[in-house]
C-alpha cells in the first residue's frame, strides 16, 4: 500500500464518496452560512467588544501621569520596535512581593492607563526581561545608555538585543525618557531623585556630564577633576559619600569567614554581573564605564580598598543592596541573596591581589583587611550625637519629597548640613527634598503643559496637585 | 446522530455539463489560483521557520547576528508571528481553499482563476512589503496587528477580492446543497475581513508609517480591542479553516461520508458564537473588567462543545479506516494535526481560568501553546494538504515518499520535543517567578531548555525544505512514467515475460 497516499483522485464533478445531505436537512445555505455567520459574530462583538469600551472608562489614578512629547516619541519607538514582546506593561497582583519590592513596587490600576498618549496598548503577552510598567527611577540615565547600547554592558546575564543599531542618539534619549517616566507620579519621585542625587555625586567628585545619546560608546572613560573640589577643612572627605548609606553600616564587617569557598563564590558572582562596569580586571574599565559619570569603582588600588571611609565591607554591602543613586550602580537587592552579597564584598578586597586573573581561586590570604581611619572615627564621634542625629518624633514624615531625601541619603539625620567637596553646594535632607521637589515639579509641569498643547484627553488640574505616594515605602 | 448513508455516492448530481459541449472530452479543473497560493505558501513556510530559528538563536546566543538591526529579536518576532498567520497559513488555507471549493459546489473552476492568481501575487506582494516594514521598524506595535496602515488597507483589498471569488463561485454551484466545509468556506473568511478591520481600527490611521497607528485611544479598550481581535485570527480563520478542510481531507481520503450532518451544525454554530469571545482571556491578570473576563473563562471552556462535536465526528469517520491512517501520508499529517488541535482546545481551556492562568501567564508555556496550534495543528495540516493537493493538481505521484516520510518524522518529532521543552520552561518560570525569583535570574536556568528548543525548531525547518525538494522535484520530474517504469518490472519479477 505504500502508495497509497499518492492515488489520484477520479475528476468528476462531485467527489466520489461524497455523502450528499438529505434535502429536508438542508437548513445551511450560503445565505444562512454567510448572513447567519456575521450575525452571531455581531452578537458577540456588541457584548464583548462594544460594551466594555464604551462603558468601561476608569478615572485617572491619583499616580497617573501626562507623557512629554519626548516621552510619547519614545513611547512610539518602543511599539514600533517591538520591545513589549519581551517586557509586559502592567505588573499584576502576583507580582507584587516585597522580595521583588525593586521591580514591582505597585499593581497596576485601571487609572494608570488614563489618556490618550497610551495608545498603542503596550500591556505584552511574554515576559523574557522584567515587566517595565515601574520602571522609572530605577536607574540613571547613563546606566541606561549603556544598557541601550548593549545590555551585556551593565548586566552580563541579559539576553535582550543591543539597540546600539536600532536607535540614532536622539532617539535612543526619547526611548529613555519614555522609561524614566512612565511609571506615574511614584515613577517621577523616584526618577527626581535619580537626577538630583547625580547632581550631587557629580558635583561632589568633579566629574562632568555623561556623554549623552550612544556618544559613549566612542568616548573615554571619564576621570573626576580633584583640582576644581576644595573640601571643607573640617569635613571628613568621604561624608557626601556616607551620606548615601544607612549610617547602620558604615561600621559593620563582614558576618561571612573569609574562606576559599566565600571568595570563590563571590568571584563568581562579580564576574556574572559585575564585569560589565568595573571590568573583568576589576580597574573599573568595562564596556559600559565610557557610559557613566561617575565612572565606576576601581577595585585594584590596594591602598584606597583598605584606607578609604566609605570603603568599608558594610558599606559595600549597602550599596550592592540598595544601589548608589546617582552613579551607576544599580540595586542587586532582589536578584542576590544576602549571603552572595557578603560574599562578592569578601571578593572584592582580594581583586588588589589579582584574584580576579583566569583559574586563580582566590584564598583567605589575599583578603585585605579594612580599617577605619582614625579620621573616619573622628568623624563619627563627632556625629553620633543624640541631638538632630535621630528624629524621634511621634510624627511620622509625610511629605513624599523629604521621604525620598531620606531614601536616597540614608545617612543624613534630620540635623546633619554640610557642604559638598567642592566647598559651595550644601548637602542636607531639607536641601535634597527641595531640590527633589523642584525636580519632580518641572517634570511633571512639562508633561502636562505639551500634553495640553498636543490637545491630549486629561483629567482635572485637581489631579495633579494630589501629591506623590511612595508605595510600598519600606 | 447518525446518519450515516450506506450507500455513498447514491444520490450524486451528475457532473457538471461541459463548457466545450462535448461531453466526452476528459474534464480537468484549472487549479492556476490554487497551485499560485499552494506554491507561495511552502516557500514562506520555509522563510518564517527561519524566522524563528533566528529568534531560537537569539535566545542562546543574543549575539549571534552581531548587531544588524533587521535581525533584532524585538524586530523578527512580529516578523516571524505575523509571517506564520498571514504568509504561511493563510496562503496555503486559500490555496487549499481555492483547490476544494470547485469540486465541492461543482463548478468547473473559480468563479475567475486569473483574479485567484492575481490576488496570490498581490498578496505575496504586500506581505514582502509588510515584512520589510517590521525589519525597519515600521510597525504599529500591537501585537498581531503590527502590519501599518497601508499594508492593513492592501490586505483587506486583496482579501475581499478573494471572498468575493468565493461566493460568486459559490452562487454558480451546481450542486445545490452545500457540503460543511463550505459553510466554513463562506463563513470564515468574511468573518476574517470584518474582524481584521475592526481589530486594526483601520478608520484611525494616526501616523501611517509606524506607531500610534491604527489603535484606540485609550489604552485598555485598545488592550481588549487588541486580544479580542488576535484571538479571532485563530478562532474565526486559522481553526474554521483546519476544520473545514479536515472535514474534505477525512471523508475524501477514506472514502466514506461525514459521520454525522447534526455535529456538524454544532462544530460550526456553535463556533460562530462561542469563538468570538474568549480574546479577553490573554489579559486575565490586567486590570481590565471582572465581567468581560468571566466570559471569556466561560467562553473558553464552552468551545470544548463544538471542539468535541468535531472530534466525535471525525473519529466517527475514521472508524473502520483506521489502516489508511499508516499507509496515506497526507491522512497521517491530517489526523496528527486533528489531534494536536484536540489538545490544544484541552490545554486552552485549562490556561483560561484563573488559578492555573496566574502561575504560567507571561511564561513559556503561553508560547508552547500558541505553537501547538499552530505549528502542531495548522502547520502539520498544512503539509498534509500540500502534499495531497501537488499530487492531485499535477496528477502524478509525489517524487518520493521516502522524503515525506521524512517530512513527516521531522515535523512531528521536532514539534513534539519542542512543545514539551517550552511547557517544561513555562513550569520553570512560572514557579520560579511565584517564589519571588526575578525574571533576570530565571535566565540562566532556561539555557537548556532554550538550546534543545533550537535544535528541535532546526528540525522543523528541514521538514519544511524537505517538502520544497519534493515538491519541486514532483513539478519538474514525470513522476507517473517511473511509477509505470516501475510497476512494469515489478510486473516482469513476478510474471517475467514469455520466452519467445
Given at each position: 500500500m505504500a502508495d497509497d497516499d499518492t492515488r489520484i483522485e477520479e475528476e468528476t464533478g462531485t467527489p466520489r464518496g461524497w455523502s ?455 | ?7 455513498p455516492g ?16 476528459p474534464f480537468s479543473f484549472p487549479d492556476r489560483a490554487a497551485k499560485h497560493w499552494l506554491l507561495s505558501a511552502i516557500f514562506w513556510l520555509t522563510v518564517v521557520d527561519l524566522f524563528g530559528l533566528v529568534l531560537a538563536t ?21 516578523a516571524h508571528v505575523s509571517g506564520v498567520i498571514l504568509a504561511w497559513l493563510t496562503m496555503m488555507y486559500f490555496g487549499a481553499l481555492f483547490y476544494m471549493l470547485p469540486r465541492l459546489?461543482?463548478?468547473?473552476g473559480l468563479?475567475?482563476e486569473?483574479?485567484g492568481v492575481?490576488c496570490a501575487w498581490?498578496w505575496n506582494?504586500?506581505y514582502l512589503?509588510?515584512i ?47 457540503y460543511v466545509s463550505v459553510?466554513f468556506f463562506?463563513?470564515s ?45 485563530f478562532?474565526?480563520w486559522l481553526t474554521p479553516m483546519l476544520i473545514a478542510i479536515t472535514y474534505y481531507m477525512v471523508p475524501r481520503i477514506t472514502n466514506t461520508p461525514l459521520y ?47 471542539v468535541?462535536?468535531f472530534t466525535?465526528n471525525i473519529l466517527g469517520t475514521m472508524k473502520g479506516n483506521w489502516d489508511k491512517f499508516f499507509t496515506n501520508l497526507p491522512l497521517r499529517f491530517t489526523l496528527t494535526a486533528f489531534f494536536f488541535y484536540f489538545l490544544v482546545n484541552?490545554q ?19 508560547v508552547a501553546h500558541a505553537h501547538l496550534a499552530l505549528l502542531g495543528a495548522f502547520t502539520i495540516l498544512g503539509m498534509g494538504v500540500i502534499d495531497y493537493i501537488v499530487a492531485q493538481v499535477y496528477k502524478r505521484p509525489l517524487w518520493s515518499r521516502t522524503l515525506t516520510e521524512w517530512q513527516y518524522w521531522l515535523v512531528t518529532v521536532g514539534f513534539t520535543g519542542f512543545f514539551s521543552v517550552l511547557t ?28 534543545a528548543r533550537g535544535i528541535f525548531g532546526a528540525m522543523i525547518v528541514l521538514s519544511g525544505i524537505v517538502q520544497i525538494g519534493n515538491v519541486v522535484m514532483t513539478i519538474f520530474t514525470d513522476t507517473n512514467e517511473r511509477r509505470r517504469r516501475e510497476t512494469l518490472k515489478v510486473a516482469e519479477a513476478v ?6
Amino acid at each position: 500500500m505504500a502508495d497509497d497516499d499518492t492515488r489520484i483522485e477520479e475528476e468528476t464533478g462531485t467527489p466520489r464518496g461524497w455523502s450528499p445531505h438529505p434535502h429536508e436537512r438542508m437548513l445551511i445555505t450560503p445565505l444562512v452560512a454567510g448572513l447567519g455567520g456575521l450575525l452571531a459574530f455581531f452578537t458577540v462583538v456588541f457584548i464583548v467588544v462594544w460594551l466594555p469600551i464604551h462603558t468601561f472608562d476608569p478615572p485617572a489614578s491619583y499616580d497617573w501621569t501626562p507623557l512629554s512629547d519626548s516621552a510619547v516619541k519614545g513611547r512610539n519607538l518602543f511599539a514600533e520596535n517591538g520591545c513589549y514582546v519581551c517586557h509586559s506593561g502592567y505588573s499584576r497582583p502576583q507580582d507584587v512581593r516585597e522580595a521583588l519590592y525593586f521591580l514591582y513596587p505597585k499593581v497596576s490600576q485601571p487609572g494608570d492607563f488614563y489618556g490618550s498618549d497610551q495608545s498603542p496598548n503596550l500591556l505584552g503577552t511574554e515576559r523574557t526581561g522584567p515587566d517595565l510598567s515601574q520602571e522609572s527611577g530605577w536607574h540613571p540615565d547613563d546606566w541606561q545608555r549603556a544598557h541601550f547600547y548593549d545590555p551585556r554592558f551593565v548586566d552580563p546575564l541579559s539576553l535582550m538585543p543591543a539597540m546600539k543599531s536600532l536607535f540614532s542618539d536622539t532617539q535612543i534619549e526619547h526611548v529613555i525618557t519614555y522609561v524614566e517616566t512612565r511609571s506615574g507620579k511614584s515613577g517621577l519621585l523616584r526618577y527626581a531623585g535619580q537626577l538630583y542625587s547625580k547632581h550631587v555625586v557629580t558635583t561632589n567628585q568633579g566629574f562632568t556630564p555623561a556623554p549623552t545619546g550612544f556618544e559613549g560608546a566612542h568616548s573615554k572613560i571619564l576621570e573626576g577633576n580633584d583640582k576644581i573640589l576644595s573640601p571643607p577643612k573640617d569635613q571628613l572627605e568621604e561624608a557626601p559619600n556616607l551620606a548615601q548609606i544607612d549610617r547602620g553600616y558604615w561600621l559593620s564587617g563582614d558576618p561571612l569567614p573569609v574562606t576559599e569557598q566565600n571568595l570563590l563564590r563571590g568571584k563568581e558572582v562579580f564576574l556574572q554581573r559585575c564585569v560589565g562596569c568595573h571590568g573583568i580586571a576589576g580597574d573599573g574599565k568595562g564596556p559600559g564605564a565610557s557610559f557613566m559619570s561617575p565612572a565606576p569603582a576601581d577595585f585594584t588600588d590596594a591602598d584606597d580598598a583598605c584606607c578609604g571611609g566609605d570603603t568599608g565591607p558594610g558599606d559595600f554591602y549597602y550599596r550592592i543592596l540598595r544601589g548608589w543613586p546617582g552613579t551607576a550602580m544599580e540595586n542587586f537587592g532582589d536578584r542576590l541573596s544576602v549571603n552572595d552579597i557578603w560574599r562578592v564584598v569578601l571578593f572584592v578586597k582580594t581583586i588588589p591581589n589579582h584574584t580576579l586573573r583566569k583559574n586563580v581561586v582566590p584564598e583567605p590570604k589575599d583578603y585585605i583587611a579594612w580599617q577605619p581611619s582614625k579620621e573616619l572615627v573622628a568623624w563619627l564621634k563627632s556625629r553620633q550625637q543624640l541631638t538632630d542625629n535621630a528624629s524621634f518624633a511621634k510624627k511620622q514624615v509625610t511629605d513624599p519629597f523629604l521621604k525620598e531625601a531620606m531614601s536616597v541619603f540614608p545617612g543624613l539625620a534630620p540635623g546633619d548640613k554640610f557642604l559638598l567637596n567642592d566647598g559651595k553646594t550644601p548637602l542636607s535632607l531639607k536641601d535634597a527634598a527641595a531640590g527633589i521637589k523642584a525636580i519632580y515639579e518641572d517634570l511633571l509641569n512639562r508633561a502636562w503643559n505639551e500634553a495640553r498643547a498636543r490637545g491630549d484627553k486629561l483629567p482635572d488640574e485637581s489631579q495633579k496637585l494630589i501629591p506623590p505616594t511612595v508605595p510600598g515605602q519600606q | 446522530m447518525s446518519e450515516r448513508t450506506t450507500s455513498p455516492g447514491a444520490e450524486v448530481l451528475d457532473p457538471p455539463p461541459s463548457l466545450s459541449g462535448s461531453a466526452e472530452r476528459p474534464f480537468s479543473f484549472p487549479d492556476r489560483a490554487a497551485k499560485h497560493w499552494l506554491l507561495s505558501a511552502i516557500f514562506w513556510l520555509t522563510v518564517v521557520d527561519l524566522f524563528g530559528l533566528v529568534l531560537a538563536t537569539e535566545f542562546v546566543a543574543p549575539e549571534a547576528f552581531g548587531g544588524i538591526s533587521w535581525l533584532s529579536f524585538s524586530r523578527i518576532r512580529p516578523a516571524h508571528v505575523s509571517g506564520v498567520i498571514l504568509a504561511w497559513l493563510t496562503m496555503m488555507y486559500f490555496g487549499a481553499l481555492f483547490y476544494m471549493l470547485p469540486r465541492l459546489v461543482g463548478t468547473r473552476g473559480l468563479w475567475s482563476e486569473r483574479l485567484g492568481v492575481w490576488c496570490a501575487w498581490a498578496w505575496n506582494v504586500m506581505y514582502l512589503l509588510g515584512i520589510i516594514g517590521l525589519l525597519t521598524g515600521h510597525s504599529q506595535g500591537r501585537e498581531y496587528g503590527e502590519f501599518i496602515w497601508p499594508i492593513d488597507i492592501a490586505l483587506l483589498v486583496i482579501w475581499l477580492a478573494c471572498v468575493v471569488n468565493i461566493l460568486a463561485t459559490v452562487s454558480l454551484r451546481t450542486i445545490r446543497p452545500i457540503y460543511v466545509s463550505v459553510w466554513f468556506f463562506i463563513a470564515s473568511p468574511i468573518w476574517l475581513a470584518v474582524d481584521y478591520a475592526i481589530g486594526n481600527v483601520i478608520w484611525r490611521p494616526g501616523n501611517i508609517w509606524g506607531a500610534p497607528s491604527g489603535a484606540l485611544g485609550g489604552s485598555l479598550s485598545d488592550a481588549m480591542l487588541n486580544w479580542w481581535y488576535a484571538h479571532n485570527l485563530f478562532g474565526l480563520w486559522l481553526t474554521p479553516m483546519l476544520i473545514a478542510i479536515t472535514y474534505y481531507m477525512v471523508p475524501r481520503i477514506t472514502n466514506t461520508p461525514l459521520y454525522s450532518y447534526t455535529l456538524s451544525l454544532i462544530s460550526f454554530w456553535g463556533m460562530a458564537f462561542l469563538y468570538t469571545g474568549v480574546g479577553d482571556h490573554h489579559i486575565l491578570q490586567s486590570p481590565t473588567p471582572s465581567w468581560l473576563k468571566t466570559i471569556a473563562e466561560v467562553s473558553s471552556w464552552a468551545l470544548l462543545i463544538p471542539v468535541f462535536a468535531f472530534t466525535i465526528n471525525i473519529l466517527g469517520t475514521m472508524k473502520g479506516n483506521w489502516d489508511k491512517f499508516f499507509t496515506n501520508l497526507p491522512l497521517r499529517f491530517t489526523l496528527t494535526a486533528f489531534f494536536f488541535y484536540f489538545l490544544v482546545n484541552i490545554q486552552g481551556a485549562f490556561e483560561a481560568i484563573q488559578p492555573f492562568n496566574k502561575l504560567q501567564h507571561f511564561t513559556n508555556f503561553v508560547v508552547a501553546h500558541a505553537h501547538l496550534a499552530l505549528l502542531g495543528a495548522f502547520t502539520i495540516l498544512g503539509m498534509g494538504v500540500i502534499d495531497y493537493i501537488v499530487a492531485q493538481v499535477y496528477k502524478r505521484p509525489l517524487w518520493s515518499r521516502t522524503l515525506t516520510e521524512w517530512q513527516y518524522w521531522l515535523v512531528t518529532v521536532g514539534f513534539t520535543g519542542f512543545f514539551s521543552v517550552l511547557t517544561l520552561a513555562g513550569f520553570q518560570q512560572g514557579f520560579s517567578w511565584a517564589e519571588g525569583i526575578p525574571e533576570v535570574n530565571v535566565l540562566p536556568q532556561l539555557h537548556a531548555y532554550y538550546i534543545a528548543r533550537g535544535i528541535f525548531g532546526a528540525m522543523i525547518v528541514l521538514s519544511g525544505i524537505v517538502q520544497i525538494g519534493n515538491v519541486v522535484m514532483t513539478i519538474f520530474t514525470d513522476t507517473n512514467e517511473r511509477r509505470r517504469r516501475e510497476t512494469l518490472k515489478v510486473a516482469e519479477a513476478v510474471a517475467p515475460p514469455l520466452p519467445g
